[in-house]
């Protein structure tokens, strides 16, 4: 089990760093374009929130062709796992956003 709990920590650390490194140096690219790096800067975490996930769990295909063959092979305790690696990522990419929203704005 405790692969399982590496894995899940690692997705969520892995969404974690997708969206705080993205929307960082999203922003700088943005200041060197002459536009305003600080609200761009909470669009990119929002909008980088899905990608996160995508990089986090190591691409949609293999989680979801995991999902399907387990759900149709009566192996729930692996579906369950996969759904944890899912949630984790999400949970991994929203407090980036978080993160990054409090920084910019200084609201939750």
Known sequence: MGGFWSTTVLDFFIALGVV???????????????????????????????????????????????????????QLEEVAQQLVFIFSSFIGAHTGYLLIRWLIQGDW
């Open 20 to 74: 705080l490194g993205g929307s960082l140096l999203g922003g700088i690219g943005y200041l060197f374009g002459d536009e305003p790096p600080m609200s761009k800067m909470v669009y990119l975490a929002d909008q980088l929130k899905i990608w996160a996930m995508v990089a986090a769990i190591g691409g949609t295909f293999d989680a979801i062709r995991a999902f399907e063959i387990n759900l149709l092979g009566g």
